[in-house]
C-alpha cells in the first residue's frame, strides 16, 4: 500500500469517525434531527470518498486538494481569528430599584397600599402591569400547561424556598478567626463544589450591582437596601439537559425550582460558616431575597458572559445554569471575568430572539442600559407569555447552542468558538443544520 493510499483512507475513517462521534452525541442528546443529519452525511462521505478511490484514479489530487482545504479549514476553525470582545461596562449610572423588577412588580395587587404606591411612582408601568395580571399567576390554574398534580408540586417547592429567606442572615461569632485570603477562598470554593454546584468564582462585589430598594421578602418594602459586604462568592447549578429540552412546559419549570432549593441550601450553609468564623455574610436566594443582580455579579466572578438572552451564559454549560450568591467581608482572592466568544457569537446567531414566542429578546445590536451595553431583554412581554402558559417557558434556554451537554464533539466545536470568529460563524449555521432554526411548539392566538 502506498503512502498516498494509506493517506486517502485514513482521512476518510477520520472523516467518518468525526461524524459518528457527532451522531452518538445527537443520540445521547436524543436530537433526531441530528442524528438523521449526521447519517446521510456519513453516506454522502462514504459514497463519494471511497467511491472516487475506486472509479477515479490515481486518488492523489483529490486528496491533495481536499487535505489542503481541510487544513484551511482547521486552521480558521482553531486559530484566534477575529474579535472575541467583552461586554463593554462602562461607569454603571444608577442602581437598579428592586422595585421596578418583573417579579416584584407581579406582586402588587390592586386594592392594596403596595399596588397604590407603586404606580403612584411609576405610573407608566401600570397599564402594561394591569395587562400582565389578566393572565393567572405561575403554576396556577388557568395556565395552558397548567396540571392539577404536577404544578402544586413545583408550587410547594418553591414555597420551601420561601420559607427559607428568613435564614439568609445571622448572628456573627464573637471570635474571629485568622484566615489567610488564599486558603479559605480554596476552602470555600471545595465547600460550594462539594454541595453541587458546578462552578464558583469570586468577585469583588460592584456596589452599582446592589439593588437601591427593597421591592421583594421579608424587608419592609421601599427600605433602602445596604449591603457594605466587599465580595460576592457566586456559583452555578446545572439545569439538567433533559428537563430543559421539555421547554417550555412543566418539567423545566420544576427543574428550575429544584436547583433554586439546592442553590438557597448550599449559599445558606456557606453564609452560616462564614459567620461562624466570626465573619459578616449573606446568602442571596430565590424566593425573593436577592439584594444583588445576580447575572453582572457571576460575570464579574468570571463565571460565564452575559449574552443575548440576558442570561448568563457559562462555558461548559452556556445558560443552562441557575445561580446562587452570598455577599461577606471575609478576606477572599477575586477571580477575573473572562470572554469566550459569546458576545460575537450572539451577534451571528440569534436563535433565542427567532424562537422567542414573546419577542421579549432583540434581534438588532446592543444598546447603552446604564453604562452596561447589551441587550436589553422586554421582561414584561417574557412573563406575560409566562403567566399565559403557567410554566417559566425557558425555550431561548433550550435553542442556545450553548447549551448542549459537553460531550467530546461539543468540547471541539467549544475550543474553536473561544479562539475564531470563523469558528463561530460557521457553528450558528452548523448548529441550525444539526438542530433546526425554529424549534416547534404550542403557539396561542389568544394572547392580548
Ligand atoms: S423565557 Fe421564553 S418568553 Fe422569555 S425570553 Fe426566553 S424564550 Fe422568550
Ligand atoms: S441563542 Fe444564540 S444569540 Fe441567543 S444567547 Fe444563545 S448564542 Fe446568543
Not at 74 to 89: V, Y
Request: include cysteine.
Amino acid at each position: 500500500m502506498t503512502v498516498v493510499v494509506f493517506l486517502y483512507f485514513a482521512v476518510g475513517f477520520l472523516l467518518l469517525l468525526f461524524l459518528a462521534l457527532l451522531a452518538v452525541s445527537s443520540l445521547i442528546e436524543k436530537r433526531p434531527r441530528a442524528v438523521v443529519v449526521c447519517a446521510l452525511l456519513i453516506i454522502v462521505v462514504e459514497l463519494v470518498w471511497f467511491g472516487c478511490y475506486f472509479w477515479l484514479e490515481p486518488p492523489f489530487y483529490i486528496l491533495l486538494v481536499f487535505l489542503v482545504a481541510l487544513t484551511g479549514f482547521i486552521l480558521l476553525f482553531f486559530m484566534p481569528l477575529g474579535e472575541s470582545r467583552p461586554l463593554k461596562i462602562g461607569d454603571i449610572i444608577q442602581k437598579v430599584d428592586e422595585r421596578d423588577i418583573i417579579f416584584a412588580r407581579e406582586e402588587y395587587q390592586p386594592g392594596t397600599e403596595k399596588y397604590e404606591k407603586y404606580y403612584d411612582l411609576r405610573p407608566e408601568n401600570k397599564d402594561i402591569d394591569d395587562r400582565m395580571r389578566r393572565f393567572p399567576e405561575l403554576l396556577q390554574p388557568g395556565g395552558r400547561f397548567f396540571d392539577p398534580v404536577g404544578s402544586p408540586q413545583i408550587d410547594a417547592v418553591f414555597d420551601e424556598i420561601e420559607k427559607l429567606t428568613f435564614e439568609v442572615d445571622g448572628e456573627i461569632a464573637e471570635r474571629r478567626v485568622e484566615v489567610k485570603p488564599d486558603k479559605i477562598t480554596r476552602q470555600i470554593k471545595g465547600m460550594v463544589l462539594e454541595q453541587g454546584a458546578t462552578a464558583v468564582g469570586v468577585a469583588k462585589l460592584n456596589p452599582m450591582y446592589v439593588y437601591s430598594h427593597v421591592g421583594r421578602g421579608p424587608e419592609p418594602w421601599g427600605s433602602p437596601i445596604v449591603n457594605s459586604h466587599r465580595y460576592a462568592i457566586m456559583f452555578a447549578l446545572e439545569m439538567d439537559y433533559y428537563q430543559v429540552e421539555t421547554a417550555p412546559h412543566l418539567p423545566i419549570t420544576g427543574e428550575s425550582a429544584r436547583q433554586y432549593l439546592i442553590g438557597a441550601e448550599i449559599s445558606i450553609a456557606l453564609a452560616a460558616y462564614i459567620r461562624s468564623l466570626g465573619y459578616p455574610a449573606q446568602a442571596h436566594i430565590a424566593g425573593s431575597n436577592y439584594q444583588i443582580m445576580l447575572p453582572p455579579v457571576a460575570q464579574d466572578a468570571g463565571l460565564g458572559e452575559l449574552g443575548r438572552l440576558g442570561y448568563l451564559i457559562s462555558p461548559e454549560l452556556g445558560p443552562r445554569v441557575r445561580l446562587g450568591a452570598v455577599t461577606t467581608n471575609l478576606p477572599l482572592l477575586t477571580d477575573k471575568p473572562i470572554t469566550f466568544g459569546v458576545q460575537d457569537f450572539c451577534e451571528k446567531c440569534l436563535k433565542c430572539a427567532d424562537n422567542c414566542p414573546s419577542g421579549a429578546i432583540p434581534r438588532g445590536g446592543r444598546v447603552n442600559v446604564r453604562g452596561v451595553e447589551k441587550w436589553p431583554l422586554t421582561v414584561e412581554k417574557c412573563i406575560h407569555y409566562w403567566r399565559h402558559i403557567g410554566t417559566d417557558c425557558g425555550l431561548c434556554m433550550k435553542v442556545c447552542p450553548f447549551s448542549h451537554p459537553p460531550t467530546l464533539v461539543h468540547n471541539i466545536i467549544r475550543t474553536g468558538l473561544r479562539r475564531s470568529s470563523f469558528a463561530r460563524a460557521v457553528s450558528a449555521r452548523g448548529d441550525d443544520l444539526f438542530y433546526g432554526k425554529k424549534v416547534s411548539y404550542e403557539r396561542f392566538s389568544d394572547m392580548e
